[in-house]
């Protein structure tokens, strides 16, 4: 029942906008880290962002690839149990196959083997 789904990929313009989402079930996302990888055709898989889901309000737990700093934004609704991923200013070179992943392991930490993925959604970005 552990199961990791995103979805809300597709053909985007450079320069538009696009939010993925990762439904999660059978577990709570809430106070875990959560991640989102992306995966371009002949490239190896690379971290896009993790987040740790730090009880405190006031300190920003979540790191980004430099390719994408700045411009996307990882947000969590841990009622409804979902992951986010907002792009914004979409570049060629972010086309791929984009996945989430969670740490469920005790004390999980970013950096920390990732435990489940998703199946993937493409993001495509024409040049």
């Known amino acids: 029942q552990v199961q990791l789904a995103e979805s809300g990929g597709g053909l985007v313009q450079p320069g538009q906008s696009l939010r993925l989402s990762c439904q999660a079930s059978?577990?709570?996302?809430?106070?875990?880290?959560v991640g989102w990888f992306r995966q371009a055709p002949g490239k190896a898989r690379e971290e896009v962002a993790c987040?740790?889901?730090?009880?405190?309000?006031?300190?920003?737990?979540?790191t980004y690839a430099e390719s994408v700093k700045g411009r996307f934004t990882v947000t969590r609704n841990n009622r409804a149990n979902m992951l986010y991923l907002e792009m914004n200013n979409l570049k060629p070179e972010d086309t791929a196959v984009y996945y989430c992943?969670?740490?469920?392991?005790?004390?999980?930490?970013?950096?920390?083997?990732?435990?489940?993925w998703g199946p993937g959604t493409q993001v495509t970005v024409p040049s």
């Open positions: 059978g577990f709570t996302l809430h106070y875990l880290p």
């Open positions: 987040d740790s889901d730090s009880i405190s309000e006031t300190v920003d737990r979540t």
């Open positions: 992943a969670v740490v469920t392991g005790k004390n999980g930490r970013c950096g920390s083997p990732w435990n489940y």
